[in-house]
């Protein structure tokens, strides 16, 4: 697959300058061990069903900018958070052990307090060099953040964590962290980034403490709803593109006009995630009889019964999967594609309510969230990453490096972020396709005029 380019599109039609043909030099120091700033328990936690699923056992990429603050003049920010990562894997030891596979692919950790790999980095860019408007994909991301050898995050000895520190030329800084989906999900992730950021920032102990609880989301049963699809659209092998997309508050207020009455109340998740779907699928061009399905990734702690305690950081996700024909998607109004989204969301909350959440997530057939023609987004709109403040302040940015990519037999993943009063949505499509996504985004969003009173 060739490389990505890199671009941004406003339906706003105002420019959101960027440069993402940025090169920068990076110097990266001696990768280290970094252990728990005092001895742990060395003992064995299993994970819930939720954490070992298949589709969760891999690295996932978060990236945190930071701009000069004057008042931490002369104070090195990789010496402080290195420091705050040291004790906050104190009470967050499993993070700093090792995973192993049990009978029947059950995972567990071992808590060897053997660390986190800690990497200290300095460029010649500035805050500035990214763009008045920070958002995926960022130029030279894989400069910025660490690679983890193994994706699948099931061997002996390969740590949890990889963490970068780059200084940039300006003062400020970027925190990365490529860490093992199984152990946390963002939600989770986001609690260990703010106990790291109060360590910093003189705590003594993380004012929410962390909770594993790993047994409380185990499954009775297994779940069969996320069946293969009977089309396939193969991963494209021509040039691929990614570029985001800014929904402002005002342009999704006037897809909102163009839905039905019983539709109005629809988050704006919905909405958006409603137009992506079927702009893309028209973009692609499958057959009008091939099957396509979209998954929305969402976290479930507010569903769950009896309430998780607040300081557990583990995976609590929750799958929405809607599923039509091409024909169906392409040829019907807007207000079809966002009904599927909010009806299959009602419906697995309702569902929520009936059944052991682990219940809705343990499926038996984990190959087939593979399958063509399916659209995988997680709504990171409200994930909190940016809170990490280890005395520079909350992040400019914090979320993914890169936005949306295309994995083998996947149509897309994509990850929703949010962006001043709005949604940025990255996609990532083959060249020729993505100009026609463009094409009837804009009809889409331009249909129904924007008021000049929003």
């Given amino acids: 697959m060739k490389p990505y380019k890199y671009a941004c599109y406003e339906f706003s039609f105002l420019s959101m300058e960027s440069n993402k043909r940025l ?6 120091k001696t990768p280290e061990l970094l252990c728990p700033a005092e001895s742990t328990p060395h003992e064995f936690k299993i994970l819930s069903d939720i954490d070992g699923q298949i589709f969760i056992r891999k690295y996932i990429k978060t990236i945190n900018f930071y701009k000069k603050n004057p008042f931490m003049e002369g104070k090195d920010p990789v010496k402080i958070i290195r420091e705050a990562i040291s004790k906050a894997l104190v009470f967050y030891y499993p993070l700093a052990g090792r995973l192993l596979e049990n009978t029947g692919r059950k995972l567990v950790v071992e808590c060897t307090g053997q660390g986190v790999v800690f990497v200290e980095a300095d460029t010649d860019a500035t805050l500035q060099h990214f763009g008045d408007a920070l958002y995926p994909p960022f130029p030279n991301s894989d400069e910025l953040t660490l690679d983890a050898p193994d994706n699948r995050g099931i061997i002996v000895d390969i740590p949890l964590m990889f963490i970068q520190v780059t200084r940039l030329k300006c003062g400020g800084f970027i925190f990365s962290n490529n860490f093992n989906h199984t152990m946390c999900d963002g939600v989770g992730l986001s ?9 910093a920032r003189g705590a003594t102990f993380p004012s929410i403490r962390p909770v594993w609880d790993r047994h409380l989301l185990t499954s009775s049963i297994l779940h069969h709803e996320y069946g293969a699809g009977t089309g396939r659209i193969p991963a494209p092998t021509e040039q691929m593109v990614e570029r985001s997309f800014f929904f402002t508050s005002a342009e999704i207020s006037a897809l909102r006009r163009s839905l ?12 958006v995630a409603g137009c992506v779907w079927r702009c893309q699928t028209i973009a692609l061009s499958p057959k009008p009889y091939e099957e396509m399905k979209f998954i929305g990734v969402m976290d479930n702690r507010k569903n769950i019964k009896p309430p998780l305690l607040v300081g557990y950081y583990g995976n609590v996700l929750k799958l929405l999967v809607a599923v039509t024909t091409a024909g169906e998607l392409s ?6 594609a966002v009904e599927l989204v909010r009806s299959t969301k009602h419906e697995a909350e309702t569902a929520c309510e009936l059944s052991n959440s682990a219940d809705l997530m343990v499926i038996s057939d984990p190959l087939s969230l593979s399958v063509g023609n399916t659209y995988i987004v997680s709504n990171l709109t409200h994930l909190g990453l940016e809170r ?7 992040a400019v940015y914090g979320g993914v490096p890169k936005g949306s990519y295309w994995p083998t037999g996947i149509s897309q993943v994509s990850w929703y972020l949010g962006f001043k009063d709005g949604i940025v949505v990255p996609v990532c499509l083959p060249l020729e396709s993505m100009k026609v996504f463009e094409k009837h985004l804009q009809a889409t969003i331009t249909a129904t005029p924007i008021s000049s009173s929003l």
């Fill in 191 to 199: 609690k260990f980034l703010f106990a790291v950021g109060e360590l």
């Fill in 23 to 28: 090169t920068l030099s990076v110097t990266r």
């Fill in 388 to 394: 990490m403040d280890v005395g520079w302040g909350t």
């Fill in 260 to 271: 039905p009455p019983h539709l109005q109340r629809c988050s704006k998740f919905e909405i």
């Fill in 331 to 336: 040829n019907n109004p807007l207000y079809y």
